[in-house]
């Protein structure tokens, strides 16, 4: 039995993720597979492709024209011409910014109020242009893009592949963060690790609608089925995961696939820009689960929980941690001594003895965790298991945004040696904006009658 009350807790915490963690590994292994599409060819049946990007203002953010690039190299290379660039922007100035550039810039009219905000808003103007120019067809698709998505020849060939194949209505493939790696906050970096091996998941979800969550770039949808379904769901924040909902709804289970082509973008720049953008999807999240299933619900419930604990449990676990080792520490380095002199002298005998005992020290707390009512049991097992694939997944998601970068060899050792040793301190930076975000959601819920800020759609620097 586990005296330490703290350690309890701890413990109580970690089998709450134990579910998780067996889900996250089986869908590693059984999506990784069909996780990037390989088995690529051209085939000239081409349909009509309109690559739509999204943004605020492509004047003030560079990448903009990085990711029209990319579309025109990618098409290029793949010998591919029926397709179309739509940037949809609020700034008016953007139209002459990329005036040089083979796309159509659509600035949303200042009057345009439909029953959306932010960026549903600017998706249901493009909707609305769509249909005056009769391209809102089952001839035409609809692949969405953000700021800094970038697109490759492999891109191309999968959604060309998932088109001419009929698998579905609407599709997503994997996202990776390689872009502006070196230039991002080392911990903001090293933390969008676990998106890209979130993205294993996605391709349960997309089999298996309706999808827990959806990006709302890399998504390839239909431009009759965009057309009916629309962006009008209200003040949220999530359109993304309530459109994913909705399409399920109207057009079943078979309706959505997993078309395998890798999308590129970027992390976060510094840490306020990461919180602002995880504190968006989880209020997102919080706002639609009341129009979900009651299975649906409980799924997303279970999910908003597991961020919620997830930044408990890290701090109990990392406070348990200090509070076991800094003690050993102490004890191994304190062979040192000091006279008044300042000279120092060194007894290397006795730190050798400390340092091969370090673990048979009185105040070994973590003791009920090594002896055979946990660990020789099956729950220690699975504690371990859990434990493994969490930080498993933050080495393979390194790997997969790395794989795209030019950063050499030794330096991605380094990379993920750094993200071995700091995974307590990323699964805290990761979960803190989901702790905040419910606690801040609830209280304006509760006590401020849905007063939330507005400030939800803040701006990340690109």
Avoid at 392 to 406: A, C, E, H
């Amino acid at each position: 039995m586990i005296d330490n009350p703290a350690l309890m807790i701890a413990t109580i915490l970690w089998i709450f993720f134990i579910p998780n963690a067996v889900k996250l590994f089986y869908r590693f292994v059984r999506n990784n597979k069909q996780f990037i599409e390989k088995d690529l060819r051209r085939i000239p049946n081409d349909p009509k492709i309109i690559f739509q990007i999204t943004t605020r203002s492509a004047t003030r953010t560079s990448v903009v024209r990085r990711g029209i690039q990319s579309i025109i190299e990618s098409c290029r290379e793949t010998n591919y011409t029926k397709y179309e660039i739509l940037v949809v922007t609020e700034d008016p100035f953007d139209e002459r910014t990329l005036n040089d550039l083979p796309c159509k810039v659509i600035c949303v009219d200042k009057n345009f109020s439909p029953n959306a905000i932010k960026k549903a808003r600017a998706l249901q103007f493009a909707i609305v242009y769509r249909r005056k120019f009769r391209k809102q067809t089952s001839d035409h698709w609809i692949f969405h893009m953000d700021d800094e998505s970038y697109v490759v020849q492999q891109t191309v060939l999968s959604i060309l592949k998932f088109i001419r194949e009929k698998r579905g209505i609407a599709s997503e493939g994997p996202i990776f963060y390689p872009l502006k790696f070196e230039k991002a906050n080392r911990i903001t970096a090293l933390a969008e690790s676990m998106r890209a091996f979130g993205c294993f998941e996605c391709v349960t979800h997309m089999h298996n609608p309706p999808p827990i969550h959806m990006h709302g770039s890399n998504l390839l949808v239909r431009s009759d089925v965009e057309d009916k379904i629309g962006w009008e769901f209200g003040p949220i924040l999530a359109e993304d995961q309530r459109f994913g909902y909705e399409l399920f709804k109207k057009y079943g289970r078979n309706s959505m696939g997993w078309h395998g082509g890798i999308l590129l973008e970027q992390p976060p720049l510094n840490i306020k820009d990461h919180f602002m953008q995880r504190r968006r999807w989880v209020i997102g999240n919080l706002q639609n689960i009341e129009k979900f299933s009651n299975f649906f619900k409980f799924r997303l419930i279970y999910k908003c929980t597991s961020f919620f604990l997830g930044f408990v449990s890290g701090v109990i676990s990392l406070a348990l941690a200090m509070y076991i080792n800094i003690p050993k520490v102490i004890s191994v380095l304190s062979y040192a001594s000091f006279d008044w002199n300042n000279n120092l002298s060194f007894d290397l005998s006795v730190w050798f003895d400390r340092l091969i005992h370090i673990n048979s020290t009185y105040n070994e707390i973590l003791r009920p965790l090594t002896d055979i009512q946990v660990f020789d049991s099956t729950l220690g097992l699975i504690l371990i298991f859990s434990s493994t694939v969490w930080l498993l997944s933050y080495q393979v998601g390194l790997f997969l945004n790395l794989k795209y970068t030019r950063i050499g060899i030794p330096k991605r050792i380094l990379l993920h040696i750094q993200t071995l040793i700091l995974a307590p301190f990323l699964g805290l930076i990761e979960s803190f904006p989901a702790f905040y975000s419910v606690i801040e959601f609830y209280f304006h819920k509760l006590i401020k009658q849905n007063r939330l800020k507005s400030y939800d759609f803040y701006v990340v620097k690109k």
